[in-house]
Structures are given as C-alpha cells and as structure tokens.
C-alpha cells in the first residue's frame, strides 16, 4: 500500500485490506464475512446490474484526540437503508448487523482511519444488491450486503471555502419516484448534469423540485439549507429529496444548542434574498457554504464567494466538534468502535 498523505486525500477510492460481505438467500441472511478481495462474483443477469435493484449508505469513521475512533448515527444510515430497501423490494439488513458490519470493517481497516487534526475520515460505503440470474423485471431472490471503506477527505475542493453552483434544467426525481431512497439509479442520472455543471466552471449543480422547477430540492449529492436574514435555519421539505442525516443534526443543533428558530419548508429559487447565509450539507459534503448560485442570468451571492458566514462556522464547529470528539453530543449520536 502507497503511504498516504493524509493532508491530500480528497474523494477518492482506494482498495483497502478487508470488507465484509454478507449473502442472502432461501429467505435469510447467511452468517457475513470479512474478505480480503476486493471484486464480488455475481450472476449477469444480476437485478442489481439491469435493472438498477440496489441501494447504499454514506457513513464515516472519525480518529478522535485521544486515538480512539467512533461513528456518527451509524443507526440513522441502517434505518435509511432499510427504507431504500423497502422501495425496491429487497430484504431489510437487520439494524444490528449492519451496525456490527460497519465496525467490523472499521476495526479491520482501523490504522487507515486518518489521524486526528488532518479532517480527514474513513468514508464507509454499504451496498445492498439484487444478485442471481433473473431475465424478467422482478425482484431477486438473493443478495448482497457488502460494506467497504476508503479515506477520504474534502468532496468538495478546499474543504470549508465557499463554492458556487449552477441551477439545473435536469430532474434528479420524479415527484413520486425515488428521490427519497438512496439507490443508484438516482446517481447515473445525475452524471450528465454534474458534468455539464462542473464545465461551465461550478462545484455542482442545484436541482429544482420536478413538478413546478421553482423551489430547491438539493444540491448536488446533498441537501439545502440557508440562514434567514431573521436567524432562522431553513431547509426544503419535499417527499422527493434525501432525508439527509446531516440536515436533521443540523436542525437538532441549530434549534437545541444555537437556540434558532427552524423551519422545514418550500425555498422558492426567486427568493433567495431571504437568505443571509446558505450551505450544502452532507456526509461527503460535511457543510459547504455556499458563495452564490447562478440561475439562468442571475448570479445570486450569500454572504461571500470567499469568507464563511458565522453561523455557518458556528453550525460547523459544533457539527464537526460531536463527529470527532471534541463537542459533548447528543444522547445515542456517537457509538464507540
Ligand atoms: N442528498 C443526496 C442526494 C445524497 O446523496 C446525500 C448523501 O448521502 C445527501 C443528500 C446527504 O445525506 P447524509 O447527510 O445522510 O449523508
Ligand atoms: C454521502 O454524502 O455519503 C454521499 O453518498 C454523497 C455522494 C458521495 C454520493
């Protein structure tokens, strides 16, 4: 294994020793293991592979001062999972396996767990998919449970610096669709949109509700939120966007520990001059502030292209400070590894 930078990372994978991997079949979950190879045999006609029945998760490991590691709401991602799973047809991974899953990997792969100080994690991916050769549309009757992890650092360059993004004609879901789940099928539409919103010189794009294209749904692979000119924290409230782990901590800080009003509620893209302050927020995002959004001629600036707002860093101190130990956190956020 090359020795890593731990100050460079970025968003990238990177073939770690061991994950685990769990089969599904007769009606229940065989016993998992932790595998060294990094390639997963499956049938062809795999569902997972024509016709997109699969789902994942986004979680982190952080090395907290004291060299001990922990995770983040590990629970709120199986609980997710489950429900993606649900949308598609496939088996729930019971909470406590997957939980034990995600450790056991973590454990495993634990001195690439990046040190304390560098903001760097380990980003840990769970996926859960149709295998076994079906022609039909139809659910499997087998699967997979895989977890794998890699270190990463910022998604986005440069960490907690503004950037700026584009307003999309695309649809990333339909109203009724699976917006809400966190399947593929969600991600190999959004590709030609990131594209096409990264040539034109932005960090990504921003999609619009699809019914009426006139309220913020997300921004790119994670959710909205902006700080009114009241100190109020506002986010989108819409059946077809990710519930984001992230957003409802920031909700519970922003209303438990900053004492700020907090409303889930339409954000029409001809009013952002409400907001003093606005952020994208995300497990690979963390929060991004956001400098400005361009929609069609306009180029709306938040508080600055370059300097982060103070509630911004406020919310990000606190956030950042529970994920690595250094804040108190709320009752069941943090489970020791
Ligand atoms: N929105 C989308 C489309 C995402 O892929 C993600 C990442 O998981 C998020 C939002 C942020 O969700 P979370 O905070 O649970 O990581
Ligand atoms: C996450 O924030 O965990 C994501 O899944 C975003 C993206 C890398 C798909």
């Given at each position: 294994?090359?020795?890593?930078?731990?100050?460079?990372?970025?968003?990238?994978?990177?073939?770690?020793?061991?994950?685990?991997?769990?089969?599904?079949?007769?009606?229940?979950?065989?016993?998992?293991?932790?595998?060294?190879?990094?390639?997963?045999?499956?049938?062809?006609?795999?569902?997972?592979?024509?016709?997109?029945?699969?789902?994942?998760?986004?979680?982190?490991?952080?090395?907290?001062?004291?060299?001990?590691?922990?995770?983040?709401?590990?629970?709120?991602?199986?609980?997710?999972?489950?429900?993606?799973?649900?949308?598609?047809?496939?088996?729930?991974?019971?909470?406590?396996?997957?939980?034990?899953?995600?450790?056991?990997?973590?454990?495993?792969?634990?001195?690439?767990?990046?040190?304390?100080?560098?903001?760097?994690?380990?980003?840990?991916?769970?996926?859960?998919?149709?295998?076994?050769?079906?022609?039909?549309?139809?659910?499997?009757?087998?699967?997979?449970?895989?977890?794998?992890?890699?270190?990463?650092?910022?998604?986005?360059?440069?960490?907690l610096?503004?950037?700026?993004?584009?307003?999309?004609?695309?649809?990333?879901?339909?109203?009724?669709?699976?917006?809400?789940?966190?399947?593929?099928?969600?991600?190999?539409?959004?590709?030609?949109?990131?594209?096409?919103?990264?040539?034109?010189?932005?960090?990504?794009?921003?999609?619009?509700?699809?019914?009426?294209?006139?309220?913020i749904?997300?921004?790119?692979?994670a959710n909205f939120f902006g700080i009114t000119k009241n100190n109020e924290f506002v986010t989108p409230l819409?059946?077809?966007?990710?519930p984001s782990i992230t957003k409802y901590s920031l909700l519970y800080l922003a209303k438990e520990r900053l004492g700020m009003p907090t409303f889930e509620e339409d954000v029409?893209?001809?009013d952002l001059g409400r907001f003093k302050e606005a952020g994208a927020c995300g497990?690979?995002?963390v929060i991004t502030p956001i400098?400005?959004?361009?929609?069609?001629?306009?180029?709306?600036?938040f508080y600055?292209?370059?300097?982060v707002g103070p509630v911004i860093r406020q919310l990000y101190d606190e956030l950042v400070g529970i994920q690595?130990?250094?804040v108190e956190a709320p009752?069941?956020w943090?489970?020791?590894?």
């Amino acid at each position: 294994m090359e020795k890593i930078d731990w100050g460079n990372l970025g968003f990238q994978y990177r073939n770690m020793p061991y994950r685990f991997v769990a089969h599904f079949k007769n009606g229940n979950w065989q016993a998992g293991e932790i595998q060294e190879k990094n390639e997963l045999t499956i049938g062809e006609a795999s569902t997972a592979l024509h016709y997109g029945q699969q789902c994942f998760e986004g979680l982190k490991a952080y090395r907290r001062k004291d060299g001990g590691i922990q995770l983040f709401r590990p629970d709120q991602n199986a609980q997710r999972l489950n429900k993606s799973a649900q949308r598609l047809l496939m088996p729930e991974v019971p909470e406590a396996m997957f939980i034990d899953a995600v450790k056991s990997v973590v454990k495993a792969n634990q001195e690439f767990v990046p040190p304390y100080g560098y903001g760097a994690t380990l980003y840990i991916r769970p996926l859960l998919i149709g295998v076994g050769n079906l022609l039909g549309v139809q659910p499997a009757e087998e699967y997979l449970f895989v977890v794998f992890c890699s270190p990463v650092g910022a998604y986005f360059k440069d960490g907690l610096k503004p950037a700026n993004f584009i307003v999309t004609d695309y649809d990333r879901a339909a109203p009724v669709g699976t917006g809400s789940s966190k399947v593929g099928g969600n991600y190999g539409g959004s590709l030609q949109p990131h594209l096409e919103a990264v040539e034109a010189g932005f960090a990504d794009c921003i999609y619009l509700d699809p019914a009426t294209h006139t309220k913020i749904e997300e921004v790119g692979a994670a959710n909205f939120f902006g700080i009114t000119k009241n100190n109020e924290f506002v986010t989108p409230l819409s059946d077809s966007i990710l519930p984001s782990i992230t957003k409802y901590s920031l909700l519970y800080l922003a209303k438990e520990r900053l004492g700020m009003p907090t409303f889930e509620e339409d954000v029409r893209i001809d009013d952002l001059g409400r907001f003093k302050e606005a952020g994208a927020c995300g497990t690979a995002a963390v929060i991004t502030p956001i400098g400005g959004i361009q929609h069609k001629d306009d180029f709306h600036v938040f508080y600055s292209e370059t300097e982060v707002g103070p509630v911004i860093r406020q919310l990000y101190d606190e956030l950042v400070g529970i994920q690595f130990g250094d804040v108190e956190a709320p009752d069941g956020w943090i489970q020791e590894v």
